[in-house]
């Protein structure tokens, strides 16, 4: 007897389902943009450029930027660009392709673990919740690190809660303590996946039910083993070789990476000092418009542990642990905190259906939704009617021509209206649906139209496309006072004379550089020319990320001068300057 097929309508309500429908919309807000523009800084063109080098030099192992090694952050990253290019051929696409898988791959985490362990509506649920957090949509539509470091611990996290509280077998926890060994070489925070053993511990030993950790059985044993297999796929060809060479600058990428840039890093920590509850702030913030559910979701969370249901208490634990651990330290970021949340996400899930019932939290919703569509269009009504503090920063800061400012005046109408007819439609009642409408336009808006506005000025490519004309294809080109966007862009191999060097020190190689070829040419910054360069016989190229920058010859070299060591606080800073 054949089963019947089921019915038009039936299989197309299956495949425009709940599901189908989520996964949609988040590749329509993650994707939007992707190959529209080039790397932007902050770290963009660091690692970018870093991806790039490896392939033009065929060195994977030690990553250079420029001519000198790049020690701050491992390789994981930058193979991904290097790999997605040499199979695409296209920067402005293999550059973000490891945000958006992982962004993608982190959802999937969410949205399975939410269904295996309530429902899938709950894991859909989490999904949503995730997927329009401001700071995750935000990062994953960036070429960064904390994405694909995200998706490692949320893998992590994701193995471990199978074995533990599923009884899903010993593969899955064989998986957590692997990706938690790649999360540690894309970046050291990796291996704080496994905190999550420690509420773990804790609840077996009290009773808990669900929670199963098995330490007298050998497999259990074999975790470790497999997360430092991972980590040694980089660590130990990479320890091997630096020792291996007789160049001491091998060693200080050795010292640098594995002892300063980690331990040292956290301890000591040189930059972006907050105080301790800074990151209360970034959840409270960054992490809306779901953690406008924190005044309903605290007593219901608490009830919940009261009844011992370990579903809540392990991610809501390690949540916990996470914020503590990066409030230690003097440095942060908001950043740094932006893998407990997927964890925060699965652990509201459950309680969101109720919530959005009550009547309070969905005009929460509306009120927020509502704040951002006032000011985008309040943004494009100041900017159409000529308040010139708009278009005088977007002139002098992004290097907007009168058309641009234009065209951004429209978009950023464009986003206020899309978004409050969002609202108007759904209302206060459903303001959280509302608000989702709402912020799913404004990210395929913003990579659709803002992308190739912003590009020529945010990636210096205008301003190296303009130097590669000034000086014609066959003359020599150095850098001075570069930044990573300046040599990525380069439409020639150009000298540099160390990145991390100071810019008297580059000046003065590029001084003797210049004057042992008179046809050499050379971009600099205008804020470190100092005395030695004679500003009348520069020639000003334009702006880009803030910054002015120039064309030199030997002729523009004031005779018998050394350039002078320059304040930092007069070339240093800018949105560039950030390291995540």
């Not at 199963?212 to 980590?231: I, K, N, S, T, Y």
Request: net charge positive; aromatic share 12%.
């Amino acid at each position: 007897m054949t089963t019947p097929l089921p019915s038009i309508p039936a299989r197309r309500a299956r495949w425009l389902g709940p599901t189908t429908l989520f996964w949609i919309v988040a590749i329509l807000v993650l994707g939007a943009g992707l190959g529209l523009r080039d790397p932007w800084p902050a770290d963009e063109p660091r690692f970018a450029l870093v991806a790039k080098q490896m392939v033009e030099s065929g060195d994977w192992l030690f990553p250079h930027r420029g001519s000198e090694l790049y020690s701050d952050k491992p390789p994981m990253l930058m193979w991904l660009q290097a790999a997605f290019y040499t199979v695409i051929r296209d920067w402005k696409v293999a550059f973000l392709l490891p945000s958006l898988l992982a962004a993608l791959g982190t959802l999937w985490c969410v949205t399975d673990l939410g269904a295996r362990l309530w429902t899938r509506k709950v894991g859909l649920y989490a999904g949503w919740a995730l997927l329009f957090a401001v700071q995750f949509t935000y990062q994953a539509k960036k070429a960064q690190i904390d994405p694909l470091v995200t998706f490692y611990i949320t893998l992590a996290n994701y193995g471990l809660l199978r074995h533990i509280l599923l009884n899903d077998g010993w593969r899955w926890w064989w998986l957590g303590w692997f990706a938690a060994g790649l999360g540690t070489i894309t970046k050291g925070v990796g291996a704080l996946a496994l905190l999550m053993l420690l509420p773990a511990a804790v609840a077996a030993f009290a009773g808990w039910p669900r929670v199963r950790q098995q330490f007298r059985d050998p497999r259990w044993w074999l975790g470790p083993v497999v997360f430092a297999l991972a980590a040694g796929l980089w660590l130990v060809p990479m320890v091997t070789a630096a020792l291996g060479q007789p160049d001491p600058t091998y060693r200080a990428y050795l010292d640098d990476i594995l002892f300063n840039q980690t331990a040292n890093r956290y301890a000591k920590s040189w930059d972006h000092h907050q105080p301790p509850w800074y990151h209360l702030g970034v959840v409270l913030t960054m992490w809306l418009p779901p953690m406008l559910a924190l005044p309903w979701a605290l007593p219901a969370w608490w009830r919940r542990l009261k009844r011992r249901d370990a579903r809540y208490l392990l991610p809501l634990a390690w949540w916990l642990l996470i914020l503590v651990f990066f409030s230690i330290p003097q440095g942060k970021r908001d950043v740094y905190i932006m893998p407990a949340l997927p964890m925060a996400c699965l652990a509201l899930a459950p309680l969101l259906p109720g919530l959005l019932r009550k009547a309070w939290p969905p005009r929460l919703a509306f009120v927020f939704g509502s704040l951002l569509a006032l000011a985008a269009l309040g943004a494009g009504i100041a900017m159409w009617t000529g308040e010139p503090g708009f278009e005088r920063r977007l002139v002098e800061d992004r290097g907007f021509t009168d058309a641009a400012v234009t065209q951004a005046t429209w978009l950023m109408l464009a986003i206020g209206v899309w978004f409050s007819a969002a609202l108007l439609w759904f209302g206060p009642r459903r303001g959280a649906h509302g608000t989702v409408a709402g912020l799913a336009g404004l990210w395929v808006l913003y990579g659709v139209l803002a992308y190739p506005l912003m590009n020529p000025s945010s990636s210096a490519r205008e301003v190296m496309e303009k130097t590669g004309r000034m000086i014609g294809p066959g003359t020599e080109l150095g850098l001075v006072g570069w930044k990573e966007q300046n040599l990525l862009q380069a439409d020639r191999a150009a000298m540099d004379w160390g990145f991390t060097q100071p810019p008297h020190v580059q000046l003065a190689g590029a001084i003797d550089w210049m004057q042992a070829d008179p046809t050499r040419k050379v971009l600099i910054l205008q804020a470190v020319m100092g005395p030695c360069i004679d500003a009348s016989k520069a020639v000003e190229v334009g702006t880009a990320n803030r910054r002015s920058w120039w064309l030199v010859d030997a002729g523009a070299v004031v005779p018998g001068c050394t350039p002078p060591e320059l304040d930092p606080s007069a070339w240093r800073g800018g949105e560039d300057e950030l390291e995540d």
